[in-house]
């Protein structure tokens, strides 16, 4: 899985808190995920993007667990069986 861009910048804060002599008051600056992926473009597709508002609200437990209960309504009133999934 690759990082978020979230653990990213947090990963770089803490090597800039070990590299600053002043205990890491340094810190990761708003634009740097773009310049990094700029100067490393073969990273690009493997850092994760932000999830979108539609695939947000499809981890939302409720509407899983309301799928999940209809499946098994729907295997039983088919008679499906878990070998024949």
Do not use: C
């Not at 008051?25 to 473009?41: A, D, Y």
């Not at 409720?62 to 008679?79: G, H, M, P, R, T």
């Amino acid at each position: 899985m690759p990082p978020r861009w979230q653990h990213l910048v947090d990963l770089v804060g803490i090597i800039l808190g070990h590299w600053t002599d002043h205990g890491g008051e340094e810190s990761v600056g708003k634009q740097f995920i773009n310049r990094f992926l700029k100067h490393h473009p073969e990273l690009r597709k493997r850092v994760a993007r932000p999830l979108s508002s539609q695939q947000a609200s499809a981890t939302n437990f409720s509407s899983i667990n309301y799928f999940f209960d209809l499946l098994a309504e729907v295997k039983s009133q088919f008679k499906i069986y878990p070998r024949n999934i």
